[in-house]
């Protein structure tokens, strides 16, 4: 034979085995080799839908749910590992709740010389209950504070709705804040609540909070550096003098807030003298709040042009 190449006949998925025959012209073998060639046909990856032992597909932090496929020879794979991890046999355990819509894909991927396939499953990540996030739990009366759970779906209430009543709100500045928010009534202090009910159970977070009444330059119902903090002038177009009296810190630290609770600026002064203050911000009304160690004075602050 002096050709090196031939052409085979049809091949079948799978493994194939290739032998050499010499033939005459009546089809009679007249050779046989005893090499043979072995040949393996793949197909691209048929892959298979993804179910899940609940429906919707969710699991709770530090819960576990088991998925499943018919397909074989896979890995199953996820999208994000700081929320959920799966192993080898498809059981998704919960790590933490991740960023809105609260969900990971879950994939199962068939890899072959020919390529890959893969499914997908969408699981919600639940927390049977996360704390209220709020900027103050001390608001003024006629104020409000966003508050934020990171566990959706629940309701928000107040214990007190005369004190502090809750809504939706929307806050001034540029972007504006928007949200539920506490709004403070009448001096007080109510509970707030966030109730709801998720594949982890049901859940409940609670936070107090305190309105006080900041009519006048000092605000009661608040301990006060010995009672002689001065904010000056009041109102003013930003530019103002702090006077922290105390006869126990030689520093305070200052945290200005808009309406809404936001924090505009934060800063140290030193007691027992005048420091001057110079901010940019939008015109309207800020509350001030000077502390040291277990001592607190807050004052309402307007900014005109």
Not at 38 to 67: Q, W
Not at 158 to 175: A, E, K, L, N
Not at 252 to 271: D, H, L, P, R, S
Request: with cysteine.
């Amino acid at each position: 034979m002096s050709s090196s190449t031939f052409t085979t006949g049809t091949l079948l998925t799978g493994v194939n085995t290739i032998s050499c025959l010499l033939t005459n012209a009546a089809g009679d073998t007249i050779y046989a080799t005893s090499d043979t060639l072995t040949i393996t046909v793949d197909t691209l990856p048929a892959n298979a839908p993804i179910t899940a032992a609940t429906t919707p597909a969710a699991v709770c932090v530090g819960g576990t749910l088991s998925l499943s496929t018919t397909a074989t020879g896979g890995v199953w794979e996820t999208n994000n590992t700081t929320a959920v991890s799966v192993s080898g046999t498809g059981v998704v355990t919960g790590l933490s709740v991740p960023p809105p819509p609260g969900r990971v894909n879950v994939y199962y991927v068939m890899t072959n010389s020919c390529g890959s396939d893969s499914s997908r499953i969408r699981v919600n990540v639940n927390s049977p209950a996360s704390p209220i996030g709020i900027s103050a739990t001390t608001i003024c009366i006629d104020s409000a504070v966003i508050i934020t759970d990171s566990t959706t779906g629940g309701t928000w209430s107040s214990s007190d709705s005369t004190v502090g009543s809750v809504g939706f709100h929307i806050g001034g500045g540029f972007p504006p804040s928007f949200g539920e928010a506490i709004t403070g009534n009448t001096a007080g202090t109510t509970t707030i609540t966030y109730t709801g009910t998720n594949s982890c159970g049901t859940y409940t977070e609670t936070i107090n909070v305190t309105v006080i009444n900041c009519g006048s330059t000092a605000v009661n119902n608040v301990a006060t550096i010995t009672n002689n903090c001065n904010v000056y002038p009041n109102p003013s177009t930003g530019s103002f003098n702090i006077v922290a009296n105390s006869n126990k810190y030689t520093q305070a630290n200052c945290t200005i807030a808009n309406m809404v609770g936001e924090k505009v600026k934060t800063f140290t002064i030193n007691t027992n003298q005048e420091s001057s203050v110079n901010l940019n911000i939008p015109t309207g009304v800020y509350f001030i709040t000077i502390s040291a160690g277990e001592e607190k004075y807050t004052t309402k602050m307007v900014i005109m042009e």
